[in-house]
């Protein structure tokens, strides 16, 4: 069965400052990982994914994450934190299209 | 991208009628699609799998009585709400997927039940 655990329901960061949300996950077979991101009252928008291939994957609004197998993470970094990136971000594992298993979510405040 | 649309967007019924919920897969079709559930400041969790053609598949603890999913075609697939209560005041997302590598999102419907 496959499961994602995100730590830290809450991060905060300084705007400018490095962003780094953590994802662990278990799975039974070679997984596909994705980021996503959620604001307010909207769906889900797909940040990166990785499926096969290079570990390190780039994503949108300068956001990457790397897939490290002997540790089964998938954290997602930003070098540099925007007010705007203030949002809810879900790691995911799944092999579509079967069902996606999301983590709880963690929520990212950026500070002025 | 792939682009999966929901209707409404947001929705105020009152206790005890039903709604209906569209999940649209616009330029794809979807043999399969997914249900999803949040609560505020939580995570989405998985209802069904909608199935076209096919009963849908529930996730343990959901009642297909009251979530009622049809499938009847490759780019549609409805929830309906029966006899909706407050606490189904909640989120609901949909899902479908065009390839093997990613899932594309409705943009939601915000149930309020009063």
């Known amino acids: 069965a496959q499961s994602v655990t995100q730590l830290g329901s809450h991060v905060s960061v300084s705007e400018g400052a490095l962003v780094l949300l953590r994802c662990n996950y278990s799975s039974s077979v070679p997984p596909y990982l994705f980021w996503y991101v959620q604001y307010p009252n909207q769906g889900l928008q797909l940040l990166l994914k990785?499926?096969?291939?290079?570990?390190l994957v780039k994503g949108i609004n300068g956001f990457e994450a790397e897939f490290k197998k002997s540790e089964t993470s998938f954290h997602l970094t930003k070098p540099s934190a925007h007010m705007s990136d203030a949002a809810e971000y879900f790691c995911?594992?799944?092999?579509?299209?079967?069902?996606?298993?999301f983590g709880k979510g963690t929520r990212l405040h950026i500070l002025p | 991208g792939a682009v999966v649309s929901q209707h409404p967007s947001w929705v105020i019924c009152k206790s005890g009628t039903s709604v209906k919920i569209e999940c649209r897969s616009l330029?794809?079709?979807?043999?399969?699609m997914f249900w999803y559930r949040q609560f505020p400041k939580q995570s989405l969790m998985l209802m069904a799998t909608s199935n076209e053609g096919s009963k849908a598949t529930y996730e343990q603890g959901v009642e297909k009585d009251k979530f009622l999913i049809n499938h009847a075609s490759l780019t549609l697939s409805t929830l309906t709400v029966t006899s909706a209560h407050p606490e189904d005041s909640s989120f609901y997302i949909c899902?479908?997927?065009?390839?093997?590598?990613?899932?594309?999102f409705g943009q939601g419907t915000r149930l309020t039940v009063v």
């Open positions: 990785y499926t096969t291939g290079a570990t």
């Open positions: 330029d794809f079709q979807a043999t399969t």
């Open positions: 995911a594992v799944s092999k579509p299209p079967d069902k996606i298993i």
């Open positions: 899902s479908a997927s065009p390839w093997d590598t990613e899932a594309f």
